[in-house]
């Protein structure tokens, strides 16, 4: 991993390929910075190291929970020495991706489940036909617009760790019934107590038909592994066709988009809300207080974080009230670094 500088330029890298202290065993796939202490979670443990790249600490279990087709390992600390089990999903995942409601559990530092901190709203899945082999017998996977998975989510679900671990944030009810549309703010501290519960009302904006194709022409070529480039393997032709097809056939769209695409929370305990990405014009971030109060917005017009035509402009990782840190990946993948100041006179 690449540390940079406050002036964006590369000062060191923090470890290697391998199983001892201070190595992966497999790449990282979060980080989290708490005070002087980085925290990488990776498939197999949680490293806890000081900024120098020392490991201090790691914490390793798999926990598997076969009515949801998931195994738990170590994911985000929380305040009180817990974790958020981070999720990997196998087949049939259908059981993870078709159920309407999953449970967000709280896991100690031996694999234990603590409690259930919260019953979070699944997202709509997209159901794929049988294709007549037994690996895809039964496939679902997210919708692209409502892709949360590949941001910043815990567990595969629409939900944020505050960044000092006392909190989840995450949406819960959305009202679009014609007539006013709204969408319900909730975090909830890792006990389970509701610290603020906010109905925000919102303009929905329906999903035009270029749109609509431009979404399921990358959602089949996605499925037929068209963009995992050195990520993975890819199918073979034929399968892959039969992959396109499916991917066209069962991918279907509500009229409008879903008022909120991710959520990212701030160090200093702002809420960061995507309001709309890409395949719409621009980026907008709305930025909420603590206590779920709006105070401005960022509009984000260029880049891209990946070939998908959902996907966002921006990742964000780092945000406060008054900066932005993010990336972006350019031709050929080559990924960029942008620090963005938030212009708070701005009316």
């Not at 305040?79 to 087949?91: E, K």
Request: charged fraction near 25%; hydrophobic fraction near 40%.
């Amino acid at each position: 991993m690449a540390v940079f500088g406050a002036d964006g330029r590369p000062r060191r890298t923090i470890g290697r390929a391998g199983s001892g202290p201070g190595e992966f065993g497999s790449a990282p796939h979060q980080l989290l910075l708490r005070g002087d202490t980085l925290v990488v979670t990776e498939r197999f443990a949680s490293h806890f190291l000081t900024l120098d790249g020392t490991e201090v600490r790691r914490v390793s279990f798999r926990v598997p929970v076969p009515s949801e087709a998931s195994t738990f390992v170590p994911g985000t600390p929380l305040a009180d020495g817990s974790f958020l089990g981070y999720r990997f999903v196998s087949p049939p995942i259908g059981r993870f991706f078709m159920a309407p409601r999953v449970a967000l559990r709280r896991f100690s530092a031996t694999g234990d489940v603590i409690d259930t901190i919260a019953v979070v709203r699944q997202l709509p899945a997209v159901e794929i036909e049988a294709l007549g082999d037994e690996y895809f017998d039964h496939m679902a996977r997210s919708h692209p617009l409502a892709d949360w998975w590949s941001g910043s989510g815990e567990s595969w679900l629409p939900v944020t760790a505050t960044k000092d671990g006392s909190a989840v944030v995450f949406i819960g009810d959305v009202r679009n019934d014609g007539g006013s549309a709204s969408y319900q703010l909730l975090t909830i501290g890792i006990d389970g107590d509701t610290l603020f519960d906010r109905r925000v009302a919102y303009e929905p904006r329906r999903i035009t038909s270029s749109e609509r194709e431009q979404v399921r022409e990358g959602f089949a070529a996605a499925l037929a592994g068209d963009f995992l480039g050195s990520r993975g393997v890819r199918p073979p032709l034929a399968r892959a066709a039969r992959l396109r097809q499916a991917a066209r056939r069962a991918l279907s769209f509500p009229d409008s988009y879903p008022p909120v695409r991710q959520i990212v929370t701030g160090s200093d305990g702002s809420i960061w809300l995507l309001r709309a990405s890409a395949p719409t014009p621009a980026d907008v971030w709305e930025i909420h207080g603590p206590d779920g109060a709006l105070e401005g917005s960022v509009r984000i017009s260029e880049g891209r974080t990946g070939p998908e035509p959902w996907a966002p402009r921006l990742r964000i990782f780092r945000a406060t009230r008054d900066e932005v840190w993010g990336t972006t990946v350019g031709d050929f993948d080559v990924p960029y670094l942008h620090r963005y100041r938030v212009d708070r006179a701005c009316p």
